[in-house]
C-alpha cells in the first residue's frame, strides 16, 4: 500500500516527532510513504522552529499572517497533486492544521480517499493562547478540514467528541491514542543502574521529561524536596525551557541546588535511558483533549506515575491501579500522591509494572495506530462508508 503522509508543521518538537513515529510504523507494516511538507523541518534542530515562516508570524500583522497561512494551501495543493501523479498512491494521510485546507481539495480533484489525524482543536487553542484575527475564516477551514475527510483519527474520546459536535458522523471517527516504539524500551538498564550512571546513586528520583513551563507546576515540587530532606529526593528535569532559570534559582534559594539536575535537551532515543532512572515520573496537567506523550513513555519505563485525574487523562490511568491521580483543581493532592509513593517501595513498584502491562493491554503502540490505519484505507477502497 502507498501513503502520502501530508503535513504542514514548521517545528520539531513534539509534532515532528508524532509524524516520525506514525511514519516509521506505517513502514513497518509493510506500506510506503511519500512525504509531503515543509522539507526544512527536518533540517531544524529538535526544540526549533524552520525556516522563514516562524520569523513572519513574529512579525506580520495577525489577519495577514492567516491569509497566508490560507494561501499556503493553493501552493501546497499543486504540489500535492504533483505527487499523487508521480506516486498514484492508496491515500492521503493528514496531520490536521489550521488553515491547511489543500489535502480536502485534493480529495475531491483526485477521488483518494483522506484519513485526517486531529491532535487538538485549534481554533480554540489558538483563540485561547495565541489569538486569531479571522475566526470565522478559521472555523471555515477547520470545519473543510473535519468534514471534508473519509476518517478522522483522534488522540482522545473527548476530542473526538468535539470534532462530532461540529458535524462530523461518529462513524468516520476513530480514537487512536499517542503510543510508543517497544523496540525503544526494551534494553533498558536496571533503574540502579540507570541513576548511577547519572550520579544519582540511592536516591529517590522524581522525573520529568519535555519542554519546561510555569504552568507546569514544578516549582512545587521544588519547595517539596526542600520540606521533606529525610526523603532524599532529587528531581531530574530531562529537557529544557522557559521555566528553566526560575526552577534553578528557586533551588538555590532553598539550598538544594544539588538536588535538581536539568539534563538539556536530549535526544529522543537516548530519553528511555534516563526515564529507566525515575522512581516517580511527574505528569503535570494538561489541556482537557491532550494525549501526552510523555505519559505513554513513562509507562513504557515502568515508572510509578503521578497524574492528574482529567478525563482524557482517565481514558488511560486508573487511579490506584497504574498510577496515582491528583485533582487538578486543588495542588495539594499531587503533594500528597507524590509522598505517598516516595513512603512506599511496594506501591511504586506494584503500579510501575501494571503501567507497563497497560502498553501491552491496550495497544498504546504506533503499529497498532498503524495498522487502524491500513485497516481503514481498505475499508475505503471496499466501499466502507466515506465523506460526502
Request: glycine fraction near 8%.
Amino acid at each position: 500500500m502507498k501513503i502520502l503522509y501530508h503535513h504542514r508543521i514548521g517545528s520539531k518538537d513534539g509534532q515532528y516527532v508524532h509524524i516520525a513515529e506514525m511514519i516509521h510504523a506505517l513502514e513497518q507494516e509493510g506500506a510506503e510513504v511519500i512525504v509531503v511538507g515543509p522539507a526544512t523541518v527536518a533540517r531544524a534542530s529538535f526544540g526549533g522552529q524552520a525556516g522563514w515562516v516562524a520569523q513572519l508570524k513574529k512579525r506580520l500583522p495577525g489577519a495577514l499572517y492567516e491569509l497566508l497561512e490560507l494561501g499556503y494551501s493553493l501552493f501546497d495543493y499543486r504540489r500535492l497533486s504533483r505527487a499523487i501523479a508521480a506516486h498514484r498512491p492508496d491515500a492521503i494521510y493528514e496531520r490536521y492544521n489550521l488553515y491547511f485546507v489543500s489535502g480536502v481539495w485534493a480529495r475531491r480533484r483526485h477521488g483518494l480517499p483522506l484519513l485526517l489525524e486531529v491532535n487538538a482543536p485549534l481554533l480554540d487553542e489558538r483563540s485561547r493562547y495565541g489569538g486569531l484575527a479571522l475566526k470565522r475564516l478559521a472555523r471555515w477551514s477547520e470545519r473543510l478540514a473535519w468534514r471534508g475527510a473519509d476518517r478522522v483519527f483522534t488522540v482522545t474520546r473527548v476530542l473526538a467528541g468535539r470534532i462530532a459536535a461540529e458535524g462530523v458522523p461518529e462513524a468516520r471517527l476513530r480514537v487512536t491514542p499517542n503510543g510508543i516504539d517497544p523496540a525503544r524500551f526494551a534494553a533498558l538498564p536496571a533503574r540502579e543502574q540507570a541513576r548511577q550512571r547519572l550520579g544519582l546513586n540511592a536516591r529517590l528520583v522524581l522525573g520529568f521529561t519535555g519542554f519546561v513551563r510555569e504552568w507546569h507546576g514544578l516549582d512545587s515540587v521544588i519547595d517539596l524536596l526542600a520540606a521533606h530532606p529525610e526523603l532524599d529526593l532529587h528531581l531530574l528535569l530531562v529537557g529544557d525551557g522557559p521555566a528553566r532559570e526560575g526552577l534553578e534559582r528557586r533551588a538555590a534559594e532553598h539550598g538544594i541546588a544539588a538536588r535538581v539536575t536539568f539534563t538539556g535537551l536530549v535526544e529522543r532515543e537516548h530519553v528511555p535511558e534516563y526515564l529507566a532512572a525515575f522512581d516517580i515520573a511527574l505528569q503535570p496537567a494538561v489541556v482537557p483533549y491532550a494525549s501526552p506523550l510523555k505519559l505513554f513513555e513513562y509507562l513504557a519505563a515502568g515508572c510509578a506515575v503521578v497524574a492528574p485525574s482529567s478525563a482524557n487523562i482517565r481514558e488511560v490511568l486508573d487511579d490506584g491501579v497504574n498510577a496515582l491521580l491528583f485533582d487538578p483543581d486543588h495542588p495539594d493532592t499531587r503533594r500528597e500522591a507524590i509522598l505517598r509513593l516516595a513512603a512506599d517501595a511496594d506501591l511504586r513498584q506494584r503500579l510501575g509494572a501494571a503501567a507497563q502491562a497497560t502498553i501491552a493491554a491496550r495497544h498504546l503502540t504506533w503499529r497498532a495506530n498503524a495498522r487502524a490505519v491500513l485497516r481503514d484505507i481498505e475499508d475505503l477502497h471496499t466501499g466502507q462508508e466515506g465523506a460526502g
